[in-house]
């Protein structure tokens, strides 16, 4: 372009520096297009690979509470599931009218205006006209406006009424799983398939549902609010530890139960029952939740246990695993 001499220095150089930015701007979006390609494969490969991976763990998780009835029979507890029946819950009552012998002048027992010349019975409009013609004239005729009353009956009358039978109430639950250390494998799994199990029962039937993790401390969850149903897996994470405190436990439990959210709520727990059985003051308050309804129920997840037995006789009914 120099030797043509057809351009002047200047007009060549923004040539070439227009050529320059084009080209440089078709280099650029081609390496973006190939990074972004990249990534997405990559992207795509692992939800495959996590999507797999999450799957074959809700699988198992479901398996455990398949394969063993008395997790089955736990949540039919728990829920309250209603056998389905053809009988209708609706009932008919039939309710005897009481036999009115002859009109009544009561003003509870007005049914509406007439015509007549009953002067017990006149409207005030009416008699407000007794120094008029129009009043004996009316008198006459029987056209005086007058208070009607109910007739006279000579039978029973009945009415049928229709009402539907009080239904039972689906209380909400408290589950508590216990995540010491002796708890870590098979048996947290267990305990994690049926909670999974009593979590959904609550969210179908809208029943409030309250998660209590307890070694030597507790943890707290509540799935009354929605959002918290997908921290359930998190809230079980690094919970495990030396011992189990399970005073600690039942009086996260008596706190509930004194709120109203949680008043008689059915409370379960999954534990393998190593630790000691609780002090007098503690069930002293057991037995008096227990006598406004409240149930409390076990799953005992250890084969050789000393304190499981004695927890059979304090909680209305105790499951072995």
């Not at 209380?171 to 048996?187: A, E, H, K, Q, Y």
């Not at 993790?213 to 707290?220: A, G, P, Q, Y």
Request: hydrophobic residues 30%; charged residues 30%; proline residues 3%.
């Amino acid at each position: 372009e120099f030797g043509k001499k057809q351009k002047t220095t200047d007009e060549i150089f923004d040539a070439m520096e227009a050529n320059w930015k084009e080209a440089n701007k078709k280099r650029k979006d081609k390496k973006i297009e190939q990074v972004l390609s990249r990534s997405m494969q990559n992207l795509e490969q692992e939800i495959l690979s996590c999507g797999d991976i999450d799957y074959k763990k809700e699988q198992k998780k479901a398996s455990f509470f398949y394969k063993h009835p008395q997790l089955k029979e736990i949540a039919k507890k728990m829920g309250r599931e209603k056998e389905k029946s053809d009988e209708t819950d609706d009932s008919t009552m039939t309710k005897y009218i009481p036999i009115l012998l002859k009109h009544s002048h009561d003003k509870q027992d007005i049914d509406g205006v007439s015509l007549g010349n009953n002067l017990d019975s006149l409207l005030p409009m009416e008699i407000a006209m007794l120094d008029s013609p129009t009043f004996y004239a009316k008198f006459a005729k029987r056209q005086l406006q007058q208070f009607s009353s109910k007739a006279a009956q000579t039978k029973q009358e009945k009415s049928t009424v229709h009402y539907k039978k009080p239904r039972l109430q689906q209380g909400p639950m408290i589950i508590c799983i216990d995540t010491s250390g002796s708890m870590s494998g098979r048996p947290l799994e267990i305990a994690k398939s049926l909670m999974q199990q009593l979590a959904a029962i609550a969210k179908r039937e809208k029943r409030s549902c309250f998660l209590i993790s307890f070694s030597i401390r507790t943890k707290t969850l509540d799935l009354a609010r929605p959002s918290n149903y997908y921290k359930m897996d998190k809230f079980f994470k690094d919970s495990f530890s030396g011992g189990t405190c399970g005073e600690e436990m039942l009086r996260e439990i008596f706190k509930m139960l004194d709120s109203e959210k949680y008043s008689m709520a059915d409370a379960l727990i999954i534990s393998d029952f190593c630790f000691p059985l609780p002090i007098a003051k503690t069930m002293k308050r057991l037995k008096e939740e227990q006598s406004k309804g409240t149930r409390l129920y076990g799953l005992n997840l250890q084969r050789r246990n000393p304190y499981a037995k004695d927890y059979g006789e304090i909680l209305d009914k105790m499951w072995n695993l």
